[in-house]
């Protein structure tokens, strides 16, 4: 346990990012869900307008270091693979 001021309030502020960042992962995870659903279901045009706010959130996410930029660059590359299969298809 900290004893001191400062530890006390570090602890706070670990505790509020830590929350933060989990629901951002948790939005970015959720958007990734729906999109494969709508691309399962054979729905191209609106699982292209959500690959567009998901590629958002993912460079936000790599913007402000809660994900690496690789990392969202793999799986915006992946996703946009998808669609795109789902397209030709």
Known sequence: MANLRSSKKDIRRTEKRKARNSAQKSTIRTYAKN?????????????????NSYASLLDK??????????????????????ITALKAA
């Not at 930029?69 to 693979?81: C, D, I, P, Q």
């Open 61 to 82: 996410a790599a913007k402000k270091s809660l994900i690496h930029k690789n990392n969202a660059s793999r799986k915006k590359s992946r996703m946009a693979k998808k």
């Open 35 to 51: 999109i494969l659903k709508s691309i399962k279901a054979g729905n191209t045009e609106e699982a292209a307008n959500m690959f």
